[in-house]
């Protein structure tokens, strides 16, 4: 069975799932990457009934918002349902700039309470699809499977293959759970473009700019070479992460807890790696000493 049979198969064991356990249609997340957008379109070929979810991160380029709202226009005219997800914290509407002040640091690749936040809270008790492969880190790789059922507690996280022998208990656990499918987990980057040449997938205009990656403006993890590429095509994107610390600071001062940032360019130049105030590590030290 080749991967993209093997990927169709894991929609539709994942929408029969969604349907029997949760008596509503599966979840396809998109996140206006190209992984989504394979998805997406794997879902169409493999016949099943599905919605369509997008968490709205507020940090996304204005290219990525774009491209979404075209991607669910054309859905919505095949009646395929489509929700935009707007972030909430505490019970409170919240964007990234209004985040970061109240949890009193900011994002970094180990502390990504972004992703938690602004990402990751959509499809709550029902059975979702995510474009996750293991070809986009180790982490992934070891820690990611074709089908999951996700929850707080490690311990009580479920990872199964395509044929694992656990596949009867994890359809079987009562726990209203977020599970999910991962169809496309063994795909690798030449898999993922050969695949949209070969189905002429319509792609976020990025990518065409020779962009390898499509996420928040400023993440962490896109390192800094790529993060100054990214402020430097959308400059007020780091006016409001500027404006964004110094609130995070007046935060700390407000409640007595220590910073040797006097102001918000203090840190931002700290998070983007360029000056480190005395007594601290940059991030690379952090790395390797984790």
């Known amino acids: 069975m080749d991967k993209e049979c093997a990927a169709i198969e894991r929609l539709r064991v994942g929408a ?9 249609p599966l979840i396809i997340t998109t996140s206006g990457g190209k992984d989504s957008d394979v998805c997406l379109h794997l879902a169409q070929a493999a ?7 997008h968490n709205h ?8 918002v774009r491209h979404v709202r075209e991607t669910f226009r054309k859905l919505e005219e095949k009646e395929i349902k489509c929700t935009i997800n707007w972030p909430t914290y505490k019970g409170q509407p919240v964007t990234m700039w209004s985040l970061i002040p109240q949890k009193l640091m900011p ?4 502390v990504r309470y972004c992703c938690d936040v602004l990402k ?22 070891n820690n990611r499977a074709a089908f999951e059922r996700l929850h707080r507690d490690r311990e009580k996280r479920m990872l199964l293959s395509d044929n694992d ?17 991962n169809p496309i987990i063994d795909w690798t980057d030449e898999d993922v473009w050969a695949y949209i040449e070969s189905e002429h997938i ?4 990025l990518y065409c700019e020779g962009q390898h990656r499509v996420g928040c403006i400023g993440c962490p993890v896109a390192g800094r ?7 430097a095509r959308w400059p007020t994107y780091k006016g409001a992460y500027i404006r964004a610390f110094d609130r995070m600071i007046e935060g700390r001062k407000a409640r007595g807890l220590e910073t040797e940032w006097q102001t918000g360019t203090d840190a931002f130049d700290w998070w983007m790696g360029y000056d480190v105030l005395p007594g601290q590590m940059d991030f690379d030290e952090v790395m390797n000493d984790g």
């Open 47 to 53: 016949g099943i009934n599905y919605e369509v979810q």
């Open 16 to 24: 029969e799932m969604s349907e029997t356990y949760y008596e509503q």
């Open 107 to 110: 994002p970094t690749r180990v």
């Open 165 to 181: 022998d656990k596949r009867r208990l994890f359809e079987n656990c009562q726990l209203k759970a977020k599970r999910v499918v």
């Open 225 to 231: 070479k790529g993060r100054e590429l990214e402020f």
């Open 202 to 205: 319509q792609m976020n205009p």
């Open 120 to 141: 990751e809270q959509g499809g709550k008790n029902r059975m979702i699809c995510t474009g996750v492969r293991w070809a986009e880190s180790t982490a992934r790789k």
């Open 57 to 64: 991160t507020t940090a996304d380029a204005p290219e990525t």
